[in-house]
């Protein structure tokens, strides 16, 4: 990939006078020696994909093997057909979805990885919900994906996103400032407030552990997602404002780089350490025979 920093990205922009996802779709092109067109149906088909993980995510009770979770997201539509969430639909939508999809993950369902299979649900739940509510179509809905993608990309050229390496920083953290560049194409915000919403989304959750309980990707994770897709809008809104972090983006992914170099090991996906061994946690590890 020749675009390894934002600035490299936002200069690409300015130099071509080409949106992020123009630039995006045509690296990936060129690195698959294909052309724009297939490399716009393959996002495609991921967006039918995380459309579906969503569908049967609402559809489904099933609990997971700890029998904490499976059965969250089938509660939020029914407390919203009595009353509306005070953040209104679109808000409504976006938490459902997010849950919606990381519980079709625990049932080894068919999601889309976004970086991760452990924040699978933050970027479909933003895409999808808010095109539903503000009707936007398909065409700028793939311009978004392939912004998150190039967002995703630059960012795992300078740390790996997975939770052993840098704690949940580093997947769902990734997966909300991805999510926040894709909404930020997706309601015409320029590359400059695209890049924007990324430095703000990550920046905000600097530090994040990644402690599951029982080692299982359910405890504290699920609940995350759904958190995670309403800091993106969070994001987006503001750099669509015209709010700008003061430190630059590029900047930013060092900071999270370094930050999960710090984090104790026990705080990296090894589950001997924050919640994972808080004591109702432990009494579920005993419940399941886990060995600590």
Known sequence: MAILSFQDLLEHTKKENKSIYKIAQEEEAALAETDVDVIRLKVTENLIAMREAIKNGLTSTEKSVSNW???DCVKLPEKY????????????????????????NLRMGRIVACPTAGSCGIVPAVIVAVSEEEKIPESKQIDGLLTAGIVGLIISAKVRLAGAVAGCQAECGVASAMAAAALTEMLGGTPGEVIQAVSLALKNILGLTCDPVCGLVEVPCIKRNAFLAVHAVTAAELALCGVESKIPADE???TLKI??????????ETSQGGLAKTKTALELEKKLGIKG
């Open 69 to 71: 979770c499976g059965d």
């Open 81 to 104: 057909k009595r009353k509306h969430a005070l953040f209104g639909q679109i808000f409504e939508k976006i938490t459902t979805y997010a849950l919606a999809t990381a519980e079709e």
């Open 252 to 254: 930013v992914v060092d």
């Open 259 to 268: 930050t999960g170099q710090l984090m104790s090991p026990l705080l990296k």
